[in-house]
């Protein structure tokens, strides 16, 4: 099935998903990939001869014209799914009406604590012992809907936000290319 997939980032879930997708007997395509920004990410996508699209909020005169050009962008590659990974922009309702229940983004906490752009920092900065990582359908809320898949991992008395986030990080890439795998199956 094809995908599309949004990164704002260094894409190390991007990497992931390629990287399985070329294993036999994948369900999914890449088919595409869409940044907020000239992100390091979008290499992946460029070494791997797929197709990418910068839609910078800049560009455009407000942010639902940004938001209706992400959805053309995603329209173009008619995907069956969209996976969020990393991409760090909330986008309005025009995206969610037109694929609903068809995006699927990935945090790193275990939902609903620590919802938002920082919960690694708010874990660690809250001082809990375990947190861990989160797939989830996107709705119309920040990091609020259904999950699909969680794991949790402790928390070392030596973590800081980087090696808590690239632990965090290596579960998020195994558990979204499961997820990804069954959707799409
Ligand atoms: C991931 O931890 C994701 O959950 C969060 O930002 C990180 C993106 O990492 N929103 P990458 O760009 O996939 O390496």
Do not use: C
Not at 38 to 45: D, F, K, V
Not at 51 to 68: C, G, Q
Not at 87 to 111: C, Q, S, V, W
Not at 129 to 155: H, K, N, P, S, Y
Request: charged share 25%.
């Amino acid at each position: 099935a094809p995908i599309v997939v949004l990164i704002s980032g260094t894409g190390s879930n991007l990497a992931a998903l390629l990287d399985a997708s070329r294993a036999e007997g994948s369900s999914y395509e890449i088919v595409g990939v869409i940044a907020d920004r000239e992100a390091a990410g979008l290499a992946h996508a460029r070494n791997a001869g797929i197709p990418t699209e910068v839609v910078r909020l800049k560009d455009f005169p407000d942010r639902d014209a940004w938001n209706h050009g992400v959805r053309l962008a995603v329209d173009r590659f008619a995907p069956q799914l969209i996976v969020l990974a990393g991409f760090m922009k909330l986008f309005g309702p025009e995206l969610l009406e037109a694929y609903p229940d068809r995006i699927i983004n990935t945090h790193p906490a275990l939902l609903p604590s620590f919802p938002g752009a920082h919960g690694v920092r708010d874990a660690l900065a809250y001082g809990v012992r375990v947190t861990g990582a989160t797939v989830f359908v996107v709705d119309a809320g920040i990091d609020t809907g259904r999950i699909l898949a969680q794991e949790a991992l402790t928390i070392l008395p030596e973590d800081d936000e980087t090696s808590l986030h690239e632990r965090i990080k290596a579960i998020e890439r195994r558990m979204l290319v499961d997820v990804v795998e069954q959707l799409t199956r």
